[in-house]
Structure formats: C-alpha cells, structure tokens
C-alpha cells in the first residue's frame, strides 16, 4: 500500500513537526519528565534499546508485537488474524508480569533502602508529570498513534503460525532497529507528560507486579491505571483507521 504523493508529503511533514517541536518542548518546558535530561535520556535510549532486543528476540516466531495496542492495530489493519489476538495479549501481560518481576529481584536489595514510595513505583509503571486526566489520556493516545502508524508502515514479513497462513501480521528481525528508533524518538518527544507507556501491558503488568510486593505504604494508584491501558487502546484504533484512510 502506497499514499499519493501529496498525502505523503503532508504526513511526514506532520510526523517531522509533532516530534520535533515536541523534543523542544519536553525539554524546555517546566515539570516534563526531560527536565532532569540526563536521567530521561538515558531511559528512553534504554526503553528503545529494550525493544530492539525484544522485537529482534520474537520476531521469527511471532511477529514482535510485544504490545496489545499494536496486536489491535495490526488486527484493524487486516494484518492480524482476530482468533490470535486473545492469546497474544494474555502472553504479553504475563511476560511484562515476570520480566518485571525478575528485575525486581535483582535490585531487591535496593528496594528495601529505597523509601520514596513514588520512585519505588515509577520503577515499575508510568505516572505523569502533572496529573490532568484528559491530556494525559490525549498524550497516551498521540504516542501510541505515532508507533502503531510507524510499525504499520514498517511491518511486512508473511509468517505461518499453527499450519494458518497469517499475512503480513507483524515485525521481522530486520524491523528491530527502526522500530527501536520509533519508540526512543516518541520517548523524547512526546513522553514528557506521562512517561510514555504507549503499551497497556507495559504498564498493567508491572503495576500488578508492584501491587503483590511486599512493601509498607505503598499505593499502586489505581485511581490513574486505566489511562496508560485506554489511551494505548485508543491510540492503536486510531492509528489503524488512519493508516487505513492514507493507504486506500
């Protein structure tokens, strides 16, 4: 699928702006999460370098998805067989659960000296930097949006899962590095106000994770959860239908 000419102008455009003024802005701005810049450039190069291993780990055996708002998208796109959906999401919360889990372990010793709450929690899900529900579902879904159109333009192998021809569902191993590119570059542009989950099992499952830990005090903030899951939700329909309307 190709976009016409002038449509693809007008697009890349829009891409080029939206993460470059935003980059500006997460890092000029006050109370973003860029304005202890090093810290954050260092996690979101690591986010982005965390989905280069994953993506280039599961893509020969189940497309790289690693993410329910992509596992959607791709299904919205016609590029995703629906009977598969409902396992592969169960698969991606369970192994945000256990990889969460294990890094915890290894800095169990630190958890226990550590006795800021909020950080103790940050190092498993996302909270924003100013808590204003709407904008911040909005930032989710602009994120997510940007991702699920960036991996639905790069997607492209034809794979065959349980003897079903399944074409074109999801990522290559060839696809890891731009797609590690896409995630760090959404990190720095648009993450400043939520901490980018733009990956409802990135956030759910760790947040589960924290809730079973046992610490004093502590608070899982379920009253702001729903956001990092819906807004990635949303994000991925609309990414999809737009992707759909461009490529027509």
């Known amino acids: 699928m190709t976009m016409h000419p002038l449509i693809g102008e007008l697009v890349g455009t829009f891409f080029l702006l939206l993460l470059g003024t935003g980059v500006v802005a997460n890092v000029l701005l006050n109370k973003t999460k860029a304005s202890s810049q090093t810290q954050w450039l260092i996690i979101t190069c690591a986010w982005g370098l ?10 020969p055996s189940s497309g790289a998805h690693i993410n329910p708002a992509i596992t ?5 796109a016609g590029k995703f ?23 915890y372990l290894v800095y ?3 958890y226990r000296i550590t006795d800021n709450e909020n950080i103790v929690r940050g190092s498993f899900c996302t909270a924003p930097a100013i808590r204003h529900k709407v904008n911040n579902l909005f930032s989710e879904l602009v994120g997510t949006f940007v991702l699920v159109i960036g991996v639905l333009f790069i997607a492209g192998p034809s794979m065959t899962i349980s003897d079903a021809q399944v074409t074109n569902f999801g990522l290559g191993s060839l696809d890891a590095l731009p797609v590690a590119l896409l995630v760090w570059v959404i990190g720095m542009a648009l993450g400043g106000t939520t901490g980018y989950a733009i990956n409802p099992a990135r956030d759910f499952g760790p947040r589960l994770v924290y809730q079973l830990i046992p610490r004093k005090n502590k608070s899982a903030d379920w009253n702001y959860s729903w956001i990092p899951i819906l807004g990635p939700l949303l994000g991925g329909l609309v990414g999809a239908l737009t992707y759909l309307a461009m490529t027509l």
Do not use: D, K, N
Request: proline share 2%; no cysteine.
């Open 50 to 59: 965390a989905v280069f291993v994953g993506v280039y780990i599961s893509a």
């Open 72 to 76: 959607l998208a791709l299904a919205i």
């Open 81 to 103: 067989s629906w009977s598969l959906v409902p396992g592969y999401l169960l698969s991606q919360l369970l192994g945000a659960m256990a990889g969460s889990w294990v890094a």
């Open 108 to 110: 169990i010793e630190h």
